[in-house]
């Protein structure tokens, strides 16, 4: 059976992989701009992550883990911009596939996720300090 330990620390797992999701969801924000320096080449490409759960032998429970990075492989998207040093023979020029709705979205969720497992180690603490109190 978990005790209130176990939980701070599946809580503290979680709270650890959405930090890792908000590093990965700042980088795209602030490369979405970033195109090739050479005709046709590729601009930045978004990064994705995603998770998985992972028994802790040692300790008995499952925490959630970062499964692996990735890029998101759908299409650049092309801006006419003949003057451009990355423009292609046509005049257009990649731009990453960067959605910076996507992105804000998916940094609120992120957000809302860690907060939340904050909330679970605090309310933790207090059930401990409870029955510390009632010990005494």
Same mark, same amino acid.
């Given at each position: /059976?978990?005790?209130?330990?176990? +939980? /701070?620390?599946?809580?503290?797992?979680?709270?650890?992989?959405?930090?890792?999701?908000?590093?990965?969801?700042?980088?795209?924000?602030?490369?979405?701009?970033?195109? $090739?320096?050479?005709?046709?080449? !590729?601009?930045?490409?978004?990064?994705?992550?995603?998770?998985?759960?992972?028994? !802790?032998?040692?300790?008995?429970? +499952?925490?959630? !883990?970062? $499964?692996?990075?990735?890029?998101?492989?759908?299409?650049?998207?092309?801006?006419?911009?003949?003057?451009?040093? $990355?423009?292609?023979?046509?005049?257009?020029?990649? /731009?990453?596939?960067? +959605?910076?709705?996507?992105?804000?979205?998916? /940094?609120?969720?992120?957000?809302?996720?860690?907060?939340?497992?904050?909330?679970?180690?605090?309310?933790?603490? $207090?059930?401990?300090?409870?029955?510390?109190?009632?010990?005494?």
């Amino acid at each position: /059976m978990p005790d209130i330990r176990d +939980s /701070m620390i599946i809580a503290g797992s979680g709270m650890k992989v959405q930090s890792d999701r908000l590093r990965i969801i700042a980088q795209n924000l602030a490369n979405a701009d970033s195109v $090739a320096l050479t005709p046709g080449g !590729d601009p930045y490409r978004r990064k994705t992550i995603t998770f998985k759960n992972v028994l !802790d032998r040692e300790m008995g429970v +499952s925490k959630v !883990d970062v $499964a692996r990075y990735g890029v998101d492989n759908t299409p650049f998207r092309l801006k006419y911009d003949p003057g451009h040093p $990355a423009a292609n023979a046509e005049g257009y020029v990649k /731009m990453p596939n960067v +959605s910076s709705i996507i992105e804000i979205v998916d /940094m609120r969720e992120a957000q809302r996720a860690y907060e939340a497992n904050l909330n679970v180690i605090e309310v933790s603490k $207090a059930m401990v300090s409870s029955t510390l109190q009632l010990i005494r």
